[in-house]
């Protein structure tokens, strides 16, 4: 266990040394050194009372709120539009293009459409990060419900499995690998568009406190709010990890015998 | 118990690719029989018992379970599929596989689990409910399949080549599962399958398929002397004149009969 994580970790710290060394060495205020950024990001958000500063509580907080609420909306209304298209006859083929279409746009070009539809604030980020993040949901929610195996769909008709059960314990997992499979592209997906989101049209939130500190020509600050990002991106893509093992445990199993 | 009637069927009837599976067959199946059809490949075996089970409607002709016209799937029917690792969902245990089907009964959690349990032991897999179905062999997938279809407890059950998938000792112990199992249970089974052998060894009667569009062209009963054994009965004279006849009735040739 220890032994495992040394060895995944090790590179971690000669990175960060050679870095300082970099650092010192050239001594370039547009390249400050990690004790420099760590000792920043200590005074200013981790010196509260109870840890946390006002500056980051104020900001920490409306990101990750707006990243995750708006992950779960567009989860919710991606899988079960993209269910219900899949198993409605042809329908999946008229709505394809379109889906596709959609996809085909860069998200970050709905910024400024969304920018001047609604004021400034948290509808912006949102309408954002739904709008970019659903895409890849919709399609393989769409794919994976449309394509479950014909045998499956029959035997559960020979033994009778009422319309709900087919829905939940049929096609909804027999569809999980590939909604996973879009899950996963929306996590990121939803982060980077907070970022652009919030460094445009927002006033709090982590790209606000960059976009602040570009303002400011403050090194240190932009540098902080690169690693709370990458920290947090982290942490999302762990959690997201951690569920999909658990959700297609039999997926990976089923496979690895077939 | 099953009464088919002129059924006919065509696929994809006024295009090019138009396909007579069935044509004007004619079968009765009276209650506790345990019937094997045989035929050669592609002769429309799978159409057959597709239609029994309410999968496909046929162009043509009636079917009736129990005197019901077939128009859905029928409640008091159960079908094991050949391809078990397709029929079977991956993604619940074994003994969740089983119960599913019981909600239609109207058991409860504890009585579906109950009658589950039963099930899976009735088939030898007493300890396998934990499971999921990528964790066993072929041969005890396919006896979670037929714990299924025993738990629902159907009166007509149809296999589809049941055995076609797994190796030949597996393939035995499955023939003397469906054997013992149906002693047990009051049931009509119906057996499709492209194996003389075991369409005599199994059944009390074979009714042999033609060429597609499929109609009967033989019907047989066979009466060797029960328990069957792999072996015994394999060698019983009346095994040997029985699969020559089921063999070149689907072979539809004129092959040399024996000169008595």
Known sequence: MIGTLVRRLWLIPVVLVGWELLARSVANPFLPPPTLIASWMGERWF???LLLTDEAVDNFVPSIVRVIGSWAAAVLVGVTLGVAIGRIGRLADYVDPLVEFGRAVPPPAMLPVFLVLFAMGT????????????????????????????????????????????????????????IFAGLRLSVSLALILMVISELKGSTDGIGYLLSVASNNADMPGIWAGVVVLGVLGFVLNSLFLMIERRMLGWHRGARRTA | MLEIEDLTHVYGPGTPNEHHAIDGL???VAAGELLCIVGPSGCGKSTLLRSIAGLIKPTGGEIRVGGELVRQTPDNLAVVFQDYSRSLFPWMSVADNVALPLRRRGMDKQRRREAAQEALESVGLAEAGRKYPFQLSGGMQQRVAIARALAYRPSLMLMDEPFGSVDAQTREDLEDLVLKVRGHHQMTIVLITHDIDESVYVGDRVVVLSKAPAHVVGDLRVDLPAPRDQITTREHPDFVRLRGEVGRLVRGVDAPAPTA
């Not at chain 1, 195996?149 to 499995?161: I, L």
């Not at chain 1, 829905?167 to 027999?174: D, H, Q, V």
């Open chain 1, 47 to 49: 010196s509260g009372p």
């Open chain 1, 123 to 178: 509808q912006v980020q949102v309408a954002t990060i739904v709008f970019g993040i659903i895409w890849p949901i919709l399609l393989n929610s769409i794919d994976g419900a449309r394509n479950v195996d014909r045998m499956q769909m029959e035997t559960a008709t020979v033994f009778g499995v009422p319309a709900h059960l087919r829905l939940f314990r049929i096609i909804l997992p027999a569809a999980s690998p590939k």
């Open chain 2, 26 to 28: 004619k079968l009765s």
